[in-house]
């Protein structure tokens, strides 16, 4: 199972990530968190320590690793560079593990364009590609609202691209955008889960404007799920109506996986 979170900053796309993970590490299922937002916060979603997320160090600013791995030269941009470098070690290297889940944080690449052929650039997206298609976990991608570490091959084999969104105008437009990001590399439909949903009425909205097949259900509104996140702590551990709300999405997706539908 593979599956990319994706969503605007602050719909709750994290904990949903993070949820997610920790309920398949409860059934015994290998699972491998790659934290490819730029405000990477899922660390403490799953449960590590502030201490344990602080001594971690992304992968785009390993730039030793990417030197030696893409034969690029420090501030030598412009010259040549390996665009297939050596990657399926790195994340049993780099990886720290906690509660039956490892985690993976990916880091970002300040540059002008998203599109950048950079060394930093051509080495996160060779990662991603290996963790979609050379592992054998469950593997979960907590994204930013865009899908850039992702090709047309690697995209090819994400079985859900889950957006995660809450009752509101600038929300659904991110799920349109992140839907037409998605076609362009070759992705018929993602899925939608809407959170922080306080009423009928706020359910309503949202199916109002995205179509049936693609909803996967609904995440309440939870006070207990901002004290995780302002205590630094797992809302797995501390938000229990928000995790059986979940509990409900993963069994649709599993469903799904079971029959062979992939959005």
Known sequence: MKIAV?????????????????????????????????DANLGQALGFSEGETAALTPISQMSDLIAERTGAQKGGYGAFFKINPRVDDIPDRFAI???????????????????????????????????????????????????????RGTADFVDFFLVVVEPGARSVQTYRKVRSLAADIGVRRVSVVANKVRSKEDEDYLRERIPGDEFLGSVRYSPDVIEADRSASSPYDTASAAVEDIKAIKKVIDGREQNGARP
């Open 6 to 38: 994706t969503g605007k900053g602050g719909v709750g796309k994290t904990t949903l990530a993070a949820v997610l993970a920790r309920l398949y590490a409860e059934e015994g299922r290998r699972v491998l968190c790659a934290d490819a937002d730029p």
């Open 97 to 151: 593990e906690k509660n039956g889940v490892k985690l993976l944080v990916m880091g970002t690449v300040d540059t002008g364009g998203s599109g950048c052929v950079c060394p930093e650039n051509v080495v996160l997206k060779r990662v991603i590609s290996n963790l979609v298609l050379g592992r054998g976990e469950v593997v979960i991608l907590d994204m930013e609202a865009g899908l850039e570490h992702l090709g």
